[in-house]
T-cell receptor, first 112, second 113 residues
Framework: QQQVKQSPQSLIVQKGGISIINCAYE??????FPWYQQFPGKGPALLIA?????SEKKEGRFTISFNKSAKQFSLHIMDSQPGDSATYFC???????????FGQGTTLQVKP | DGGITQSPKYLFRKEGQNVTLSCEQN?????MYWYRQDPGQGLRLIYY???????QKGDIAEGYSVSREKKESFPLTVTSAQKNPTAFYLC????????????FGQGTRLTVV
């Protein structure tokens, strides 16, 4: 059962543009919304995360926007760079079961 | 250096053989996870463990087995019952409670020859 739906599956952006990746969740008990970044042949690493008591969190060029009523959260990458080319995963852990569920992933390519 | 270590990085298996992938962490984390990654499939949960001597099936547990005899270790065995084992396997750990950062190993790429 898929509890986190991520879109788009792939994304191509020109250098300097804005990359936007969306994630929709079902379980309203979720209280931690992270984004992970994975480079080829490596394990994912935490990029940025938000808790639902705020609607936006910014770290450098990366911003999470959280819409509680729509049960969605998004990753925005401003001034996208070729070094941002990677696969991005959202995750939403159901706190009662202990499972850690990831979205399907978005492969981002930033063209120079 | 604290972290999570997977070994080997590359593994080749003949059809019909069982193989065991190692995962060790020195982060003192309670929870550990195994994921399988195929192109275009994202991260699919195989097994997870919230505490020593206890583990739960994930979404694709068939053909796999695990043990959690020590807090630091969570080995995954890919059995001959797994019909399509060629994939990238990732181990992760976290403090638990589901709402904290997960740390991943560098992965093991398993190929059936």
């Amino acid at each position: 059962q898929q509890q986190v739906k991520q879109s788009p599956q792939s994304l191509i952006v020109q250098k300097g543009g804005i990359s936007i990746i969306n994630c929709a969740y079902e379980n309203t008990a979720f209280d931690y919304f992270p984004w992970y970044q994975q480079f080829p042949g490596k394990g994912p690493a935490l990029l940025i995360a938000i808790r639902p008591d705020v609607s936006e969190k910014k770290e450098g060029r990366f911003t999470i926007s959280f819409n509680k009523s729509a049960k969605q959260f998004s990753l925005h990458i401003m001034d996208s760079q070729p070094g941002d080319s990677a696969t991005y995963f959202c995750a939403a852990p159901p706190s009662n079961t202990g499972k850690l569920i990831f979205g399907q992933g978005t492969t981002l390519q930033v063209k120079p | 250096d604290g972290g999570i270590t997977q070994s080997p990085k590359y593994l080749f298996r003949k059809e019909g053989q069982n193989v065991t992938l190692s995962c060790e962490q020195n982060l003192n984390h309670d929870a550990m996870y195994w994921y399988r990654q195929d192109p275009g499939q994202g991260l699919r949960l195989i097994y997870y463990s919230q505490i020593v001597n206890d583990f739960q099936k994930g979404d694709i547990a068939e053909g796999y087995s695990v043990s959690r005899e020590k807090k630091e270790s969570f080995p995954l065995t890919v059995t001959s019952a797994q019909k399509n084992p060629t994939a990238f396997y990732l181990c992760a750990s976290s403090m638990g409670q589901g709402n904290t950062e997960a740390f991943f190993g560098q992965g093991t790429r398993l190929t059936v020859v």
